[in-house]
């Protein structure tokens, strides 16, 4: 009786089992955000999903700050906020794990991003839930960025302004020191996913991912194949931090008319949560070691 008892007591006492990343919820955030319509910097339906993403980390009970400030753009000024949520962690350092969320402002045809700015989104959303539950060895950020999309054409500054605008704001204020690695996520949900290394991205986080991939025996949709991808990682790097770009860049309904909820696909988002997951404590083992 005894041995059963002690049994029946180490069971009560272990730790509940992490969250699992649910393609369904983060399908329906997906769907939520799409149906605001075609949502750039600047625009009312920005504002709509800026609200129904603070109210959506609300609801994990993660606490998020906003980071506002007008740029110039072609367009004359525009006003651009990055959403910050804080999952505090066993140490203070940050892995940052970013995305989009706004979508490009195209005036020939209603683009609604599904894909281009949406699968971001409704991802970083479900994976705040997941990792709220998780046992953190160090900070997680979840970083919502503004304005990666060119306002007219993607060259000089006009791009990449919520990355940009983040990376001076944490060298202007000393928070560049903490900041130890950034995982972007970028176009993921595609039907057909089929994501390439990135040459600008950092070659051991890549590696850990690839490998990650390998063991989640979904390396179907990881290919060795090469590219080199301009994103929103580029002032992470410029600013020596390790970065790494998870986006599958060969979509066919890439900035048409035709990037909607049909051409996108819920288990594609799965896999790449799948796969980051099953890479982070080998991406935070080696942040931490490297820290000392």
Avoid: C
Avoid at 89 to 104: E, F, M, N, W
Avoid at 118 to 126: I, K, V, Y
Avoid at 139 to 156: K, N, P, R, S, Y
């Amino acid at each position: 009786m005894k041995v059963v008892l002690a049994v029946a007591l180490a069971l009560t006492l272990q730790a509940p089992s992490p969250a699992r990343f649910d393609s369904s919820r983060a399908w329906e955030h997906l769907r939520q955000l799409v149906a605001l319509g075609p949502r750039p910097a600047g625009s009312p339906a920005i504002e709509e999903s800026r609200s129904y993403i603070k109210q959506q980390l609300a609801r994990a009970s993660v606490p998020v700050r906003e980071q506002a400030w007008d740029d110039q753009t072609p367009a004359g000024p525009v006003r651009m906020v990055n959403l910050a949520a804080t999952i505090a962690g066993g140490s203070s350092d940050r892995l940052v794990i970013a995305g989009h969320y706004d979508t490009k402002r195209i005036r020939e045809f209603r683009f609604v991003g599904a894909n281009d700015g949406g699968s971001s989104t409704a991802f970083l959303l479900e994976l705040a839930r997941v990792l709220k539950g998780r046992r953190n060895p160090m900070t997680i950020e979840l970083l919502f960025l503004d304005g990666e999309e060119a306002v007219v054409e993607w060259q000089g500054n006009d791009r990449t302004y919520g990355s940009r605008h983040y990376v001076s704001a944490a060298r202007r204020d000393g928070s560049l020191a903490t900041l130890k690695a950034l995982v972007l996520v970028d176009m993921i949900a595609d039907r057909d996913l089929r994501i390439k290394k990135d040459d600008n991205s950092t070659e051991w986080l890549t590696e850990v991912i690839w490998q990650a991939a390998r063991r989640q025996k979904l390396s179907a949709h990881f290919s060795d194949e090469r590219t080199q991808i301009e994103d929103d990682h580029l002032p992470f790097l410029q600013a020596r931090v390790p970065a790494v770009d998870i986006i599958d860049l060969e979509y066919p309904a890439w900035h048409t008319a035709g990037d909607t909820l049909d051409a996108v696909s819920a288990r594609s988002m799965q896999v790449v949560a799948d796969t980051l997951l099953a890479a982070l404590p080998d991406i935070e083992a080696r942040l931490l070691a490297s820290d000392h």
